[in-house]
């Protein structure tokens, strides 16, 4: 009977995600390195429903004539028909605009690949956010203080060195030598990778596993902006809430409609 009610608010379940990966798309619009994610929905022809329930009842089961405790949990409703979920996330692979910032140590990839990165904690993401720095360790660290990696590990930066600079091969040059090889890898599917912070990066099995770039094209003392269309978003956006407000209307019309029928079926005969 209810069944207008879950593909009405299945509808709107979509669409409240998908305003949430817009939302983060315009809000990450000047992030360097950031890449937009696009929701992709599946539908289902039919799709099994169920409801949780949070009390316990009790069922009387004839042939066996005894008392069967039924804890709750999920309750199967039936099957549902056009159903809409969000399947998952994609990352938009187009190349953000470039800004020149003059910084020595400032670097975008021009073409395919990331800059591998370690959290200091073992693990290892991928960014496109070449905004790097020199720590007081004296090793090149990422603006959250992540440590770059190079073919050998992190790349230690000498003290006494005064100008530091990345060239269009991607060698750290220290004082006219080189002390360190930015290390750029790429994926078969790079859509597929999994969003970690706001511009790090994770591979995942549907993205494949990293190939490393072996002769990658540096632009030094420039950095890659978003690649963001605010114009598009925003259409997104208004989409996304008339889609919204539609399904909450039909929601509202299968209530009234569920009411009408109770109260009919209800209503005493004379």
Same mark, same amino acid.
């Given at each position: 009977?209810?069944? +207008?009610?879950y593909?009405a608010?299945?509808a709107?379940? %979509?669409?409240?995600?998908?305003?949430?990966?817009? !939302?983060?798309?315009l809000?990450?619009?000047?992030?360097?390195?950031?890449?937009?994610?696009?929701?992709?929905?599946?539908?289902f022809p039919?799709?099994?429903?169920?409801r949780?329930?949070h009390?316990?009842?009790?069922?009387?089961?004839?042939?066996?004539?005894?008392?069967?405790?039924?804890?709750?949990?999920?309750?199967?409703?039936?099957?549902?028909?056009?159903?809409n979920?969000?399947?998952?996330?994609?990352?938009?692979?187009?190349?953000?605009?470039?800004?020149?910032?003059? /910084?020595?140590?400032?670097?975008?990839?021009?073409?395919?690949?990331?800059?591998?990165?370690d959290?200091?904690?073992?693990?290892t993401?991928?960014?496109?956010? +070449?905004?790097?720095?020199k720590?007081?360790? !004296?090793?090149?660290v990422?603006?959250? !203080?992540f440590l770059?990696?190079?073919?050998?590990?992190?790349?230690?930066i000498?003290?006494?060195?005064?100008?530091?600079?990345?060239?269009?091969?991607?060698?750290?040059?220290?004082?006219?030598?080189?002390?360190g090889?930015?290390?750029?890898?790429?994926?078969?599917?790079?859509?597929?990778?999994?969003?970690v912070?706001?511009?790090?990066l994770?591979?995942? #099995?549907?993205? !494949? &596993?990293p190939?490393? %770039?072996?002769?990658?094209?540096?632009? +030094?003392?420039?950095?890659?902006?978003?690649?963001?269309?605010?114009?598009?978003?925003?259409?997104?956006?208004?989409?996304?809430?008339?889609?919204?407000?539609?399904?909450?209307? /039909?929601v509202?019309?299968?209530?009234?409609? /569920? &009411?009408?029928?109770?109260?009919s079926?209800?209503?005493p #005969?004379?």
């Amino acid at each position: 009977m209810f069944r +207008g009610h879950y593909s009405a608010t299945s509808a709107m379940l %979509v669409q409240e995600k998908m305003l949430d990966v817009v !939302g983060n798309n315009l809000a990450n619009c000047d992030t360097a390195g950031f890449r937009a994610r696009i929701a992709v929905n599946k539908s289902f022809p039919e799709v099994l429903a169920d409801r949780v329930e949070h009390h316990r009842d009790y069922e009387f089961e004839t042939r066996a004539k005894h008392l069967i405790f039924n804890p709750g949990g999920r309750v199967p409703i039936g099957d549902i028909s056009l159903a809409n979920v969000l399947h998952y996330t994609a990352m938009r692979t187009e190349m953000g605009p470039m800004q020149v910032t003059d /910084a020595p140590l400032d670097a975008a990839i021009a073409g395919d690949g990331f800059f591998v990165i370690d959290d200091r904690r073992g693990n290892t993401f991928y960014t496109r956010a +070449g905004h790097f720095n020199k720590s007081n360790e !004296g090793q090149l660290v990422t603006h959250e !203080g992540f440590l770059v990696q190079g073919d050998g590990g992190p790349i230690d930066i000498p003290e006494d060195a005064t100008r530091i600079f990345i060239d269009n091969t991607g060698q750290v040059i220290a004082d006219g030598e080189a002390v360190g090889q930015l290390q750029i890898m790429r994926f078969e599917n790079p859509s597929y990778m999994q969003q970690v912070g706001r511009t790090m990066l994770a591979e995942t #099995t549907e993205s !494949g &596993g990293p190939e490393e %770039v072996d002769q990658p094209d540096i632009v +030094g003392g420039v950095l890659e902006r978003s690649n963001v269309n605010i114009v598009e978003e925003m259409v997104r956006m208004i989409e996304a809430n008339r889609a919204y407000e539609a399904a909450g209307k /039909a929601v509202t019309i299968q209530d009234e409609q /569920a &009411g009408r029928m109770i109260q009919s079926v209800l209503k005493p #005969t004379t």
